[in-house]
């Protein structure tokens, strides 16, 4: 192992470059003009993929392209299969003028790595990678055999890899899945995530004259749609935050002591929490922390709102139609079906009869746990402490990785969230960074965690063997 680690820091400065090389594909999955870009960065990851000696493939979807990467060869031996899964596409950098450098020209100041997608997700799957660099350049036999499957559909939802993931079922028979495209409280504060939220995605769309019309001439005696729109939605969930959907909370698995106690553990201070958002007052259900709220209860967030005039000066209309963009983030057990058939059915319910009223559903992601007793996570938690030098702590997450209820569904496995990316790594906002300090413990991380799945299934194999007898 000594070669591996002295590989992974002589060679940390290439590493960092060919990061900056990854980072520079616009690799926006949400907006149809960066196709191409999409898809050269898939290329260009293959290619990667293939000097660093892995068996490289780029597979066409109905979607974006899937790479996939992986040290199996024909036939090959005894050692366990884990899959490392990742994405490459990354979210849209608007506004760009919030930027302090142009959001794909990676800029490094001291160890912050500044770029769209440098912690969502490239700087996080490319730690993985050069771990297995380390160990195929050094001729160190890897404990295991490995199987990179990094996605460009992610940030919008996975929608083609479910598929994908069914036709490759056989290849893709693992132990379990590793993951890092979650979070750390710090970076001297690491952490093992055992679950997520799901999502359910769904437009509200309210339609009323058949065009644009002169609020003075017909004022008063035809409704607006952007009214309606706002008094709906103003009815979905009340001062604190709870949902009023008939039904939402349902499914909801409350919180156990212990996950409760687990949580308060993070280090987490409101005060610095409300200053760093800048918010005046920080806002949430009763009854739950702030950790609490932001990571395992659900919510109904208005993503985006649009009706009406929005150019220079003022437009004395009443608009034909208004929309929003809404999300539902999802706790165990609830599913996104069934929560987007409540909205539908409650909207219908309260939506007066002056315009017509469409819910159209969008993407959907089941949430995500699994228990963080099991021996995988265990060892996972092993190698993550003796990356980072310190103890991790056990958490929640309020993100989605909508593919990891699939991998269980399709592959019967679990996942493993071992994040990189810090509180204020600006995910998704203006001034996306990755600590670098990440990368290293990261690659460190990738190389030790090898190690322990292996021992944990070498301590599995006599007991199956008994097992089938
Ligand atoms: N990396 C995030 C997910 C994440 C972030 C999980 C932080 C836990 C903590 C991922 O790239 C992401 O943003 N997912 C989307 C999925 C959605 C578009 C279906 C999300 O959560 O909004
Ligand atoms: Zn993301």
Not at 394 to 402: A, K, V, Y
Request: hydrophobic residues 35%; positive net charge; proline residues 7%.
């Amino acid at each position: 192992m000594q070669n591996v680690f002295e590989y992974l820091g002589g060679h940390e400065q290439r590493f960092i470059e060919e990061l900056c090389e990854y980072i520079r594909f616009p690799s926006v999955s949400a907006q149809p003009s960066h196709a191409r870009d999409v898809s050269s960065c898939a290329k260009w990851l293959v290619d990667h993929c293939s000097s660093m000696g892995l068996k490289s493939e780029l597979c066409a979807t109905s979607g974006n392209p899937v790479v996939l990467a992986t040290t199996l060869k024909a036939g090959a031996g005894t050692k366990p299969h884990f899959l490392v899964y990742g994405h490459y596409d990354v979210q849209p950098a608007e506004p760009f003028d919030l930027w302090t450098s142009p959001p794909f020209e990676p800029r490094l100041e001291g160890r912050k790595l500044f770029a769209r997608g440098a912690s969502d997700n490239k700087g996080q799957n490319f730690a993985h990678l050069k771990a297995v660099e380390a160990y195929l350049k050094t001729g160190t036999e890897l404990p295991c055999e490995l199987t990179f499957l990094i996605e460009g559909e992610e940030e919008v939802g996975s929608v083609s890899l479910a598929s994908f993931l069914s036709q490759r079922k056989k290849s893709l028979q693992c132990e379990a899945v590793v993951i890092s495209d979650t979070g750390i409280p710090g970076k001297k504060c690491p952490a093992l995530t055992y679950a997520l939220r799901g999502i359910a995605a769904f437009e509200i769309i309210v339609r009323g004259p058949g065009r644009d019309l002169h609020s003075g001439i017909f004022g008063g005696s035809v409704d607006n749609p952007a009214m309606v729109l706002s008094q709906l939605l103003a009815q979905l969930r009340d001062a604190r935050g709870r949902i009023r959907i008939p039904g939402f909370y349902d499914d909801v698995v409350p919180l156990t002591s212990f996950e409760r106690k687990e949580l308060a553990r993070l280090p987490f201070k409101d005060r610095d929490y409300q200053r760093f958002l800048g918010v005046p007052a920080l806002f949430g259900e009763k009854g739950y922390t702030p950790m609490e709220q932001r990571t395992s209860r659900p919510t109904l967030e208005i993503n985006g709102l649009t009706s009406g005039y929005q150019g220079d000066g003022s437009k004395t209309i009443i608009p034909a139609w208004a929309r929003a963009k809404v999300t539902c983030r999802l706790v165990p057990d609830q599913h996104p079906e069934k929560v987007i058939k409540a909205v539908r059915a409650y909207l219908k319910k309260i939506c007066p009869p002056t315009v017509r009223l469409e819910v159209a559903s969008g993407h959907g992601a089941e949430p995500y746990y699994t228990s963080p007793a099991g021996a995988y996570a265990q060892a996972a938690l092993k190698a993550v402490g003796q990356a980072f030098g310190r103890e991790p702590l056990l958490m929640r997450e309020g993100g989605s990785i909508p593919i990891v209820t699939e991998f269980r569904k399709t592959l019967g496995v679990d996942t493993l969230l071992v994040g990189l990316g810090l509180p204020d790594d600006n995910a998704h906002s203006p001034n996306e960074k990755f600590d670098l300090d990440c990368f290293s413990s990261g690659m460190r991380m990738g190389a030790m965690l090898w190690q322990e799945l292996r021992g944990v299934f070498d301590a599995r194999k006599p007991k199956r063997r008994l097992a089938r007898r």
